[in-house]
């Protein structure tokens, strides 16, 4: 009976109905407000996304922003959302074109999961670097110096130093010979 009495997502649940809660990001606030077009459907296996609009409809500015700060959230639903939407949103078609012209609003917000002390939030920060570099490639490459520091600084870390050296192996792979100098001048150890 103990078992049955176990949370199954370790990450507090907000209360939304609360007047007084202080959120973590906008994230929490625009979905909150109904900013955010889509919602969890809970399906018997797994949890996805449920959109109000057409992806290819979807204006991703400011919507994969405000999911990009989303990634700092601790509480659910709010993690749970933020990190679906922004993958979601990556993969969808004509994502690319999209995505391209708000890089410089996006990677601010996941170099700060990367710099988070939280070690889930690094994670949704690392998993959401790999998924952006495979949507935009080497167009991410302006912005890779400003994320290696804090990559390096976990690449030997137990929980998530395989997970760090695939996504730096990812940005490399994408971003052609350029990223490899970029990443070869932050993280001199660094090989093919």
Known sequence: TQNLHKRFDKHRTANILSQKQKNVTNFASAYQEGSIPCRINHGSVH??????????????????????????ETQHPYTILSRL?????????????????????IVPHIRMALRSTS????????AALGELSACVGSELNPHISNLLVSLNSKMND???????????????NNGGDQALLLIKSKIPTYCR
């Open 47 to 72: 949890m996805y996304i449920q959109w109000d609009v057409r992806l290819q409809d979807q204006d991703y500015n400011p919507l994969l922003p405000t999911c990009a700060e989303g990634l700092l």
């Open 85 to 105: 939407a922004f993958k979601v949103l990556l993969v969808a078609p004509g994502a690319n074109e999209k995505v391209v012209p708000l890089l410089g609003k």
């Open 119 to 126: 070690s889930d939030t690094f994670g949704a920060g690392l």
């Open 158 to 172: 137990k929980t998530h130093g395989q997970l760090v050296q695939d996504v730096i192996s990812a940005l490399d």
